[in-house]
């Protein structure tokens, strides 16, 4: 069984910065991308960005230029540095990590961006 457990998530004044961190666990056989999605009030969950097996990554036009995913493979654990954080950024960040059968998700963690 393959756990998911996001942390780094709070309340943060606009402009200012968080880092999420997604730490996986469990028997994991093959990975081919982790990535981090977001759900606001009222809205349909969202792809933030999201990095692939060979390190490709991608991002959601919204973040881009702002947010950096990365990951330490030894410690099966993906990062989301979120810098100029926006009041329109805030929502529960999921964590998700894709393999060649499933789809894995974190609990969330609630980012709050005050102006």
């Known amino acids: 069984q393959v756990q998911l457990v996001e942390s780094g998530g709070g309340l943060v004044q606009a402009g200012g910065s968080l880092r999420l961190s997604c730490a996986a666990s469990?028997?994991?056989?093959?990975?081919?991308?982790r990535g981090w999605y977001r759900q606001a009030p009222g809205k349909q969950r969202e792809l933030v960005a999201r990095i692939y097996s060979g390190g490709r990554t991608n991002y959601a036009d919204s973040v881009k230029g702002r947010f950096t995913i990365s990951r330490d493979n030894a410690k099966k654990v993906v990062y989301l540095q979120m810098n100029s954080l926006k009041p329109e950024d805030t929502a529960v960040y999921y964590c998700n990590l894709e393999t060649g059968l499933s789809y894995y998700w974190g609990q969330g963690t609630q980012v709050t961006v005050s102006s």
């Open positions: 469990g028997t994991i056989l093959s990975i081919n991308a």
